[in-house]
C-alpha cells in the first residue's frame, strides 16, 4: 500500500515570508497523482494544488508551487508571501490509477503577523 | 453548486446507539469515500465505492457499514456506537477514470461524540 509522510507536524511563518512543507511518499506506481489540500479551523478541506507525475515541470498556483523530485518521492509545497489566511492545516494526497486516495497525517500552519 | 453534502453537522450518541450518516454528491462522480479525522492521525479512509453497486473496506472499516444507494448517495452506518468512534467524519466523492488529475470534493464533515 502507499504511504505518504508528512514529518513536520507544526510550522510556522512570518506574515509575508516564504515557507516550505515537505512531504514524501512511497509507492511502485509510475503514474499517480498528487494533491495538498488545506483545512482551515472551519474543517473544509480545500485543494491548493496539484500534480501530476508524468508532468516534470512543477506546478504553480499563484503564491503556491511545488517541488517535485520524482526519483527522490518528494513533493513539498511552497508558499511565497504567507498570509494570515494561508493558516491552516496541510494535507499532502496521493492518488493511484485505481482512484484511491492516501493521505499524510497533516502540518499545522501558524502565520505570525 | 452544492458540491458533496453531508448531513448531520452534529451529533451525540450514547455508546450502543446506532445511527446513519447521510452523504449525496451533484457532480456525477463515480467515486465516492468516508474518512474519518482524529487529531495528529490525518484522513483515515473507512470505506469507499469506486462505482455505483461496489463496495470496499478501507483502512478502518470495523464497526460501519456503508451503502451506495445511487450514483448521488453514499451512507454511512453506525450499528452500535462506542466511544473510539468519536472523531470527525467527512464523505468525499471524485471522478473516474483514473487516469485524470481529478481531486477529491469534500463535504463540509460530521463531528460525532459518542458518550
Known amino acids: 500500500a502507499q504511504t505518504v509522510t508528512q514529518s513536520q507536524p507544526e510550522m510556522s511563518v512570518q506574515e509575508a515570508e516564504t515557507v516550505t512543507l515537505s512531504c514524501t511518499y512511497d509507492?511502485?506506481?509510475?503514474?499517480?497523482?498528487l494533491f495538498w489540500y488545506k483545512q482551515p479551523p472551519s474543517r473544509q478541506m480545500i485543494l491548493v494544488i496539484r500534480q501530476e507525475a508524468y508532468k516534470q515541470q512543477n506546478a504553480t498556483e499563484n503564491r503556491f508551487s511545488v517541488n517535485f523530485q520524482k526519483a527522490a518521492k518528494s513533493f513539498s509545497l511552497k508558499i511565497s508571501d504567507s498570509q494570515l489566511g494561508d493558516a491552516a492545516m496541510y494535507f499532502c494526497a496521493y492518488r493511484t490509477t485505481g482512484n484511491q486516495f492516501y493521505f499524510g497525517t497533516g502540518t499545522s500552519l501558524t502565520v505570525i503577523p | 453548486n452544492a458540491g458533496v453534502t453531508q448531513t448531520p453537522k452534529f451529533q451525540v450518541l450514547k455508546t450502543g446507539q446506532s445511527m446513519t450518516l447521510q452523504c449525496a454528491q451533484d457532480?456525477?462522480?463515480?467515486?465516492m469515500y468516508w474518512y474519518r479525522q482524529d487529531p495528529g492521525m490525518g484522513l483515515r479512509l473507512i470505506y469507499y465505492?469506486?462505482?455505483?453497486?461496489?463496495?470496499d473496506k478501507g483502512e478502518v472499516p470495523n464497526g460501519y457499514n456503508v451503502s451506495r444507494l445511487n450514483k448521488r448517495e453514499f451512507s454511512l452506518r453506525l450499528e452500535s456506537a462506542a466511544p473510539s468512534q468519536t472523531s470527525v467524519y467527512f464523505c468525499?466523492?471524485?471522478?473516474?477514470?483514473?487516469?485524470?488529475?481529478?481531486?477529491?470534493?469534500f463535504g463540509d464533515g460530521t463531528r460525532l461524540s459518542i458518550l
Open positions: 468525499a466523492s471524485s471522478a473516474f477514470p483514473g487516469h485524470s488529475n481529478q481531486p477529491q470534493h
Open positions: 465505492s469506486a462505482s455505483e453497486g461496489t463496495t
Open positions: 457532480m456525477n462522480h463515480n467515486s
Open positions: 509507492t511502485s506506481e509510475s503514474d499517480y497523482y
